[in-house]
């Protein structure tokens, strides 16, 4: 059986290594920039030896933080290379500390505006080969997504991104790696309040413990391939009653 639970679960696990001054958020994050090195190597012989490139979709929480952070470890290794990370903020503000991180290891910020239009988005994605979807988690508020977040992934969804869509860069979409959930989902029920506002992962990585809307659909369809990554909060997790567990 896989456990899952919800957000509020979550959170409470987390409170007493937060409390504790533990680094939770870089714990998440050197697990996602571990991922993304897998899926970067496993594209390697189809760029030819081209340097890789990586773009994060990032919002104003936690999630845009993680991602942000798992940019800064791997501009250290791509910029020098050839390669590079792009930054698309997309929320009403970003987490200066890990923004700044990122920018001092390479990486470089994009107008969010210049990702709104479809056409030209689908020429801009040409040259990369993950997308790292860090808009929204399990602390966003309401339903789907809004604002800057809402019309960059309608602009990917017109542009044909998404999981299945394509691999890497040359032509084809990149690789779609959500942070923690696929954006827009129903974390705690598996619900996809607006079906036309989620970037489809190929793989989502998820921190401390499975969220239910990863194991219910139809958001689980949307999930791709879910890794786990240990940040510490297991036993505060094993003591909480499972919101849901699945086969």
């Known amino acids: 059986m ?3 639970w919800t957000a509020a679960q979550v959170r409470e696990a987390e409170r007493p290594h937060l409390d504790a001054g533990e680094p939770l958020m870089q714990r998440a994050a050197d697990g996602l920039a571990t991922v993304v090195r897998e899926v ?4 390697s012989v ?30 250290r290794e791509l910029v020098p290379t050839g390669g590079g990370v792009t930054v698309v903020p997309a929320g009403s503000r970003v987490h200066e500390e ?17 990702w709104f239009g479809p056409a030209g988005v689908s020429e801009r994605l040409a040259g ?16 789907g997504l809004r604002g800057d977040a809402l019309r960059v992934i309608q602009a990917m969804l ?13 032509g084809a979409s990149p ?22 506002a989620v970037l489809a992962a190929d793989v989502t990585v998820t921190f401390g413990g499975y969220k239910v809307g990863l194991l219910v659909a139809p958001a689980s369809r ?12 297991g036993a505060e997790l094993a003591r909480l009653p499972p919101a849901f567990s699945a086969p």
């Open 2 to 4: 896989i456990d899952a």
């Open 98 to 114: 890990a923004l700044a991180a990122a920018l001092e290891a390479g990486a470089v910020v994009d107008d969010v505006e210049s």
């Open 222 to 233: 949307l999930a791709g391939r879910l890794v786990l990554v240990d940040i510490g909060i």
């Open 128 to 143: 990369y080969d993950v997308v790292l979807d860090g808009l929204v988690g399990t602390g966003s508020r309401g339903p």
């Open 175 to 196: 690789v779609v790696v959500a942070v923690d959930v696929p954006s827009g989902i129903g974390v705690d029920d598996g619900t996809v309040p607006d079906p036309l």
């Open 158 to 170: 017109g542009a044909g991104a998404g999981a299945g869509a394509g691999r890497g860069a040359g």
């Open 46 to 75: 189809r760029r030819g030896g081209r340097p890789a490139r990586v773009l994060l979709l990032v919002g104003s929480g936690n999630n845009g933080a993680d991602a942000l952070f798992a940019g800064e470890s791997l501009a």
């Open 40 to 43: 970067l190597r496993a594209s």
